[in-house]
């Protein structure tokens, strides 16, 4: 029998039972759940990672629906306790979902939520920072003057890298990618080289003026050679272009070790380029990495996500030239608290049987707090596989879209 778990109770008579692992910020999804007639428990465990017994315990005998991290592997043991208490639902708080057994989901009828389009310019915002830390060595510049071994200014004192007029490389220019690669380059007047499938147009527009264009007349008035941009036939090419490489990419096996030791050696400056991981962490062969860093000084590298997480690989705590911040991208108040609402939709929807929202990245109606939110489930990425679909709502929908939020 499995060991009973600390919870917090909200609106204990509540018709329908939802659990969520771990506390979450704000209090809009824990009143938009009790508002809906929901008894919902909160793991109050002080454990950073449930454990899967930790977990059954906490959906017990009847649940109707889950709210979970990403930190928790949801396969079939899971998914199997939550269909027996006859739950329907399960969300990630996260957009990225590569922690769940979606075909065990879909064995047990299980939807699986997520939470794109609330994070982009959050995960972004990260990416930038920790490339100018990085270029700019503001990490051990700062460590340096905590140890009180700063006497007085000298000319070669953590001399960095100077952004503007160098080139960004991005590889996978989705919406995080691009984010990052606008900020890049109209912040510092980067030239960009991106690699990824499909063509971020935007993206390209955005560069040369042609999707703002005051941006390009502002540069030409002000004397400023044009920024340019190249999307590249091969992820190598950006590599061996690029003084700066952000990684951007969706993991699975074509993706992962996608940066390995070979890949290192032939970056552009590989003695001293700047790699930014904020995607997921085994995109980077973390060991080849340490080793990198051990023998190139001047490379540096900013990670937020790491191959074996919570864990970073023996030697990369101990590199001057590597950031590292735990896993921080989307820690923004008001990302943060917008991920626990469309959780918390995500599974009520499913409960009152809702059909899914029509673009799980144009989620701003669900996070307008001085309005009631949609009747969708704002991104189930099993939909298709459990027929949540709806044509006629589909339409309701988007031209719901088409009036109020000017489609």
Sequence with gaps: MAKPVSIEVWNPNGKYRVVSTKSMPGTRWINLLIQNDCRLEICTEKKTILSIEDIIALIGDKCDGVIGQLTEEWGEELFSALSRAGGKAFSNMAVGYNNVDVDAANKYGVAVGNTPGVLTETTAELAASLSLAAARRIVEADEF??????????????????????????????????????????????????FDLYQATRLEKFVTGMFLPTYGAFLKASGETPVTWKRASSMDEVLQEADIISLHPVLDKTTYHLVNKERLAKMKKAREAILINCSRGPVIDEAALVEHLKHNPMFRVGLDVFEDEPFMKPGLAEQKNAIVVPHIASASKWTREGMATLAALNVLGKIKGYPVWF?????????????RPPAACPSIVNAKALGNTNILYIFLIRMYNFFFLLD
């Design 145 to 194: 003057m905590r140890a009180g071994l700063y006497d007085g200014w000298l000319p070669h004192l953590f001399v960095g890298n100077l952004l503007k007029g160098q080139t960004v490389g991005v590889i996978g220019a989705g919406r995080i990618g691009s984010a990052y690669a606008r900020m890049m380059v109209e912040g510092f007047k980067m030239n960009l080289i991106y």
């Design 359 to 371: 673009d799980a990245n144009r989620v701003e109606p669900f996070l307008n707090e001085n309005a």
